[in-house]
């Protein structure tokens, strides 16, 4: 009995269809990535322009102690309390309406501070910066 031998398959791979299949992917990821909106915080970024005026400001410190502070423009600080702060901040507004409120935080001070400052600027529409150190007394 004779066994035929089989056809030998060639051992070249044809990368054609390899490069149709990420070119057509590389397609679709293009299209698709412009249509995703990310889902991120509104951050208000400054204006650029040629003259920048300096809005007044008013000061909330907390202290490692977890002692607040306030001051408005170039004013002493004062000591406050939490409960004092909504007032402070309410007092600085009917001063100057176009204000800003820079909170200044020691790093030990807990997070439930900081928002408990962050929402009492949220619930009056005053606009926030957090700073990063307290500033140097003259």
């Known amino acids: 009995m004779a066994l035929k031998?089989?056809?030998?398959i060639s051992p070249g791979f044809s990368m054609s269809s390899m490069t149709d299949l990420i070119f057509l992917l590389l397609i679709f990821f293009m299209i698709t990535s412009t249509m995703v909106s990310p889902n991120a915080i509104k951050v208000?970024?400054?204006q650029g322009s040629q003259q920048t005026s300096a809005k007044p400001m008013a000061r909330i410190i907390i202290d490692k102690n977890?002692?607040?502070?306030?001051a408005f423009g170039n004013e002493d600080e004062m000591p406050l309390f939490i409960d004092e702060v909504t007032a402070f901040?309410?007092?600085?507004?009917?001063k100057e309406p176009e204000m800003y409120v820079a909170l200044y935080a020691d790093e030990?001070?807990?997070y439930r501070e900081i928002v408990r400052i962050l929402n009492v600027a949220n619930e009056n529409h005053f606009k926030?910066?957090?700073?990063?150190?307290?500033?140097?007394?003259?």
Request: hydrophobic share 35%.
């Open 5 to 8: 031998r089989r056809q030998r």
């Open 89 to 94: 901040l309410q007092e600085c507004a009917a």
């Open 44 to 46: 208000l970024l400054p």
């Open 108 to 110: 030990s001070v807990p």
């Open 66 to 70: 977890l002692n607040y502070y306030g």
């Open 128 to 138: 926030m910066v957090l700073a990063t150190r307290r500033p140097d007394k003259k």
